[in-house]
């Protein structure tokens, strides 16, 4: 199993630019999550998932959509990017309790 | 929403020395979560407590949740440079839908 698979690693865009940060889980986990960890403020939860079709917002919700069309899949989209979304971002699944974590996208916005 | 406060914040040891990670969180808890994670790298499961009085160990490391399930500390005893990285603690609401993460403690140990 490759567990959680984030892409791209690294991105830089430009203020106003668009973009979908990418997860995919081969777990056939029914819950999904977006963090974003910031220096001083740990990891705040975006938006989450609870299965395909099933989405609802967490803690920082706004700049960001999210949908579920397969249970495999949960990108993360900002429409219009700002330096305030400089940060590293996380997608997560889980079953039951245990979270599984990809290894993270690195977002600087200019 | 749930609040969990970390200390200390940045903690530098020797190896072979005990330490102790604090986390409060202003509500009960209903599952508190420890994770690892390695500079630049995602987070790693470390165990789940859920019961007031709880504690587990895995290797060198021991997780306890309070009786009254509001503080969990993380235990552990004599540090390597493999135990550097940074610790966080996160809980998650009654619902279970929406998880929360402490800011985080930065541990440091000399070889």
């Known amino acids: 199993n490759a567990g959680v698979t984030q892409t791209p690693k690294f991105q830089v865009l430009k203020t106003g630019q668009s973009m979908t940060l990418q997860c995919a889980q081969d777990?056939?986990?029914?819950?999904m999550s977006w963090y974003r960890q910031d220096p001083g403020m740990g990891l705040r939860l975006i938006h989450y998932?609870?299965?395909?079709?099933?989405?609802d917002q967490g803690e920082v919700p706004n700049g960001y959509n999210v949908s579920r069309s397969t249970t495999e899949d949960f990108p993360l989209r900002l429409l219009s990017a700002a330096p305030s979304q400089t940060s590293v971002y996380f997608c997560?699944?889980?079953?039951?309790?245990?979270?599984?974590f990809g290894p993270g996208t690195r977002l600087t916005v200019l | 929403s749930q609040e969990l406060e970390q200390s200390p914040q940045s903690l530098i040891v020797q190896e072979g020395k005990n330490l102790t990670i604090n986390c409060t969180s202003s509500?009960?808890?209903?599952?508190l979560y420890w994770y690892k994670q390695k500079y630049g790298e995602g987070l790693i499961f470390l165990m789940m407590?859920?019961?007031?009085?709880e504690e587990k160990s895995h290797e060198k490391i021991t997780a306890k949740l309070d009786e009254k399930k509001q503080q969990s500390s993380l235990h552990i005893t004599a540090s390597q440079p493999s135990h550097a990285g940074i610790y966080l603690c996160?809980?998650?609401?009654?619902?279970?839908?929406?998880?929360?993460f402490g800011t985080g403690t930065s541990l440091t140990v000399i070889p």
């Open positions: 997560a699944s889980s079953r039951l309790s245990e979270q599984f």
């Open positions: 777990m056939n986990h029914e819950y």
């Open positions: 998932s609870v299965g395909a079709g099933i989405t």
């Open positions: 509500k009960t808890l209903y599952g």
């Open positions: 407590l859920q019961k007031g009085g």
């Open positions: 996160g809980a998650d609401e009654r619902t279970g839908n929406q998880f929360y």
